[in-house]
C-alpha cells in the first residue's frame, strides 16, 4: 500500500476537473486557429505579390488574435496538473502561454490600431523581429506542454495518449521553429519562387497540421485524464 501511494498523485489543493475541461475547450480553439492558419497560407500562396497587400496581413493577425486566446484557456489546464498531481511541469507551460497571449494580444492591437489609422502596413525588420521573438515563445511553449505530458503520464491513467501528445507538441514545435528562422529572413521572404520561399511555404504547411493533430490529442488527453478523489476530511 505504501509503494502505491508514494507512486500516485499528490494534488496541491483540492483536486478538480474543471481546469482540465477549460484547457480542453483553448485546446479546440487553437485546432481551429491551425486550419485557419492553413487557410492564410493558402492565401499568401495563391495570391503572392510585392509589396504584400495588407488584407493578407489582417487575415493572419485574426488568427493570431485567436491562438492568443486559445492559449491562454490551453494554459489553464496545465495549471490543473499541478492542482491535481503535484507536478510542477505544467506551471513554466502556464507562464509561458501567457506572456505568448500577452504579446499576441499587443501585437493585435498594433496592428488594428495602424490600419484604422493608414491602412497601410509598415512591412518592417522591426514587424518580422517583433513576431518572431512570440514566434519563438510559442515554440518554446510547445516544448514545455510535450515535456509536461512525457512527466506526468503515470499520474493521467492515459499513459500512451500522453506520450503520444507530448511528442507530437515536441516534432511540432521543432518544424515551427524551422519555418520561423525562414520567415523572419526578409531576403528569403521577398524572394518569390526562390528556394527561401519554397522551403518556407513547405514548413507552413507541415506545422500547421501537426498542430492541429497535437491538440485533438491535447483536447482528447485532458478530458480522459484521472482527477484524483478528494482527500476525506
Excluded at 481546469?19 to 481551429?32: D, E, Q, R, S, Y
Excluded at 507530437?168 to 520561423?180: D, K, P, R, S
Amino acid at each position: 500500500m505504501s509503494t502505491v501511494a508514494e507512486s500516485g498523485p499528490v494534488p496541491k489543493g483540492r483536486p478538480s476537473k474543471a481546469l482540465f475541461i477549460v484547457g480542453a475547450i483553448g485546446c479546440i480553439i487553437n485546432t481551429i486557429v491551425a486550419i485557419w492558419f492553413l487557410m492564410a497560407t493558402y492565401v499568401l500562396i495563391t495570391q503572392y505579390q510585392y509589396p504584400l497587400r495588407h488584407s493578407d496581413f489582417s487575415f493572419f493577425s485574426i488568427g493570431n488574435f485567436l491562438l492568443g486566446i486559445g492559449l491562454i484557456l490551453a494554459s489553464v489546464g496545465y495549471l490543473g496538473t499541478r492542482l491535481n498531481y503535484g507536478s510542477a511541469a505544467g506551471v513554466a507551460g502556464f507562464a509561458f502561454s501567457i506572456l505568448v497571449s500577452a504579446l499576441l494580444g499587443l501585437w493585435f492591437v498594433r496592428d488594428t490600431l495602424e490600419t484604422l489609422a493608414t491602412y497601410i502596413w509598415d512591412i518592417s525588420g522591426v514587424y518580422f523581429n517583433f513576431l518572431g521573438v512570440i514566434y519563438l515563445l510559442f515554440f518554446a511553449t510547445l516544448i514545455l506542454w510535450g515535456a509536461t505530458h512525457i512527466i506526468i503520464r503515470r499520474l493521467t491513467g492515459t499513459w500512451g495518449l500522453s506520450i503520444a501528445t507530448g511528442i507530437m507538441l515536441i516534432l511540432t514545435a521543432v518544424l515551427l521553429l524551422l519555418w520561423i528562422n525562414i520567415w523572419i529572413n526578409p531576403s528569403s521572404y521577398y524572394e518569390y519562387g526562390g528556394s527561401g520561399y519554397l522551403i518556407r511555404r513547405a514548413f507552413s504547411l507541415v506545422w500547421a497540421p501537426l498542430f492541429f493533430i497535437s491538440q485533438i490529442l491535447n483536447t482528447t488527453l485532458f478530458f480522459m485524464a484521472k482527477v484524483p478523489e478528494s482527500p476525506a476530511t
